[in-house]
């Protein structure tokens, strides 16, 4: 069973034992916390088993991602993704920042920005992959903490970003200690990308939060070069 059906199910528990144990003060009927739990257990179980933990992921998404300021902060992360992918040739074909968003598109219910990256599959299943493609998503997968500092001084994403740069160089057998150096590469490589294509980058922040399409965001950074 998924982390987050876990989560939610212990969370759960614990909810309906503090309504147990508070029932008789506030006169709730003992059957009450009962028919939640199986209420709630079945759910969980359905969603693990039946949407792969989509539910979940959608939920603790909408929880955690409440606040203005945690939504700003994916909304500038992703943003940084979009911008170096389509300056380095990389095309976007969609976008999603919330996990519904992502579900509603008839994907995985997870926020990010998805590249046409069928010439990184091929490479890969080939065990050869070119060090200038590599380079190329080494930067667009930094971009997001880089973009978030470049705001904030600070990310509190891209755990999911780093570990993408290490599951490729494991998988082509590449030294660990290359793994740090590639993410300070590609740190390095997409800071100056955004910081040169400032106005750029703020334009399609602006696109991206009033949910512009992939093309029309494609044009505000080309018309802000």
């Not at 969609?94 to 990256?117: H, I, M, N, P």
Request: hydrophobic share 45%.
């Amino acid at each position: 069973m998924k982390d987050t059906s876990l989560n939610i199910i212990a969370i759960s528990i614990f909810a309906i034992t503090v309504s147990i144990l508070l029932g008789p003060l506030f006169n709730i009927p003992e059957a009450v916390p009962a028919i939640a739990t199986f209420c709630l257990l079945g759910l969980a179980t359905l969603d693990n088993f039946q949407w792969q933990g989509q539910g979940g992921t959608i939920l603790v998404d909408w929880l955690g991602g409440s606040s203005k300021q945690k939504r700003d902060r994916i909304l500038h992360h992703e943003a940084g993704h979009f911008l170096v992918a389509h300056l380095l040739g990389i095309p976007v074909t969609s976008y999603a920042l919330t996990a519904l968003e992502a579900f509603k598109q008839g994907l995985r219910a997870q926020v990010g920005v998805r590249f046409e990256d069928q010439k990184l599959a091929t490479q890969l299943q080939s065990g050869t992959l070119s060090a200038q493609l590599l380079d190329q998503y080494c930067t667009v997968w930094m971009a997001g903490i880089v973009a978030e500092k470049f705001v904030y001084g600070s990310a509190q994403g891209g755990a999911e970003d780093r570990t993408k740069i290490s599951a490729i160089l494991t998988q082509l057998r590449r030294p660990s200690s290359e793994i740090q150096l590639k993410q300070n590469w590609g740190s390095l490589q997409a800071k100056n990308l955004i910081e040169t294509n400032k106005l750029a980058y703020e334009s399609l922040v602006s696109a991206m939060a009033e949910r512009a399409t992939v093309d029309e965001c494609c044009d505000i950074i080309q018309q802000n070069l």
